[in-house]
């Protein structure tokens, strides 16, 4: 069986918001981190790289140590902290970005970024050294709660802003909050992306959906001992626990919401 460990960040930052410091690693753990993965022989790929590799007829094999790291909602900080860390051990990443919340989207503007985020002309240098931008909805709502209408807008429109102003195709994607739904993951397939990342803090595999990959929360609170056991495979599960036991049993109530919301015809 093919295991490979992708890892979420979000913020890098020694002065993250209120609203971003859960989920924010310090420039010093990233930098540790990543020296880690190095200096243990794990071959970095990017999310596209990932799903063109498991695809047996394209000539392509994973390496013997595959590994993937991806940032969510496209803050500053991935330009100013990470960026640097990612160019000097040689570490190609995926850049999830909310397309609205661009710093310089102008008339494009939507949602209530939670930091500083990206203007495009750094997006734009990200790529050129090797980062994949993908999509990560145009606003940032929970996806599996809007209207057949309005999901498909949010996708298509985040797409097509990242492919003009990238200039390159946008191919992966990543849903907000980590939330989706089999209705969601249809419409994410009829826009045009070949895979998605969710969270469930699990190993991916190829018996995964690859349009529900999950990954790996990575955080202040995670220590380098329980990093190091992540990436290798080791008692993820109970590293985990806690967010497991939530994630199962928040799904319950977020799929008796879209049911009522259905009932009462908003959704």
């Not at 997006?123 to 057949?148: F, K, N, T, V, Y």
């Not at 909050?177 to 190829?206: F, H, L, M």
């Not at 349009?211 to 955080?219: D, E, G, K, Q, S």
Request: proline letters at 6%; a positive charge; glycine letters at 6%.
């Amino acid at each position: 069986m093919i295991r490979v460990p992708i890892l979420m960040y979000h913020s890098v930052s020694d002065r993250p918001t209120a609203e971003t410091k859960p989920l924010a690693v310090r420039p010093s753990a990233f930098a540790d981190q990543l020296s880690y993965l190095k200096e243990s022989g794990f071959t970095p790929l990017t999310v596209s790289d990932l799903v063109a590799s498991l695809h047996r007829n394209n000539g392509r094999s994973l390496p013997e140590r595959p590994i993937v790291v991806t940032f969510d909602d496209g803050y500053e900080d991935f330009h100013s902290e990470a960026l640097p860390v990612l160019e000097r051990h040689s570490f190609p990443a995926t850049v999830f970005l909310t397309s609205g919340w661009v710093s310089d989207a102008g008339k494009d503007a939507a949602g209530r970024p939670l930091d500083k985020t990206l203007s495009w002309n750094q997006a734009r240098e990200a790529a050129s050294c090797g980062i994949e931008i993908a999509g990560h909805s145009h606003s940032h709502p929970q996806l599996d709660q809007l209207p057949d209408d309005q999901l498909r807008q949010e996708l298509r429109r985040n797409k097509a802003l990242l492919e003009d102003k990238i200039g390159a195709p946008v191919t992966t994607m990543a849903y907000p909050y980590g939330y989706s739904s089999a209705r969601v993951r249809r419409e994410v397939r009829r826009a045009g992306y070949w895979a998605a990342c969710a969270v469930n803090n699990a190993i991916a595999a190829d018996r995964h959906d690859v349009l529900a990959m999950p990954r790996l929360t990575v955080t202040d609170s995670t220590t380098m001992p329980m990093f190091r056991r992540a990436v290798e495979g080791d008692r993820v599960p109970l590293i985990y626990i806690k967010e497991r036991v939530l994630t199962k049993g928040y799904a319950v109530v977020r799929r008796a919401r879209y049911g009522l919301r259905r009932v009462r015809g908003l959704a």
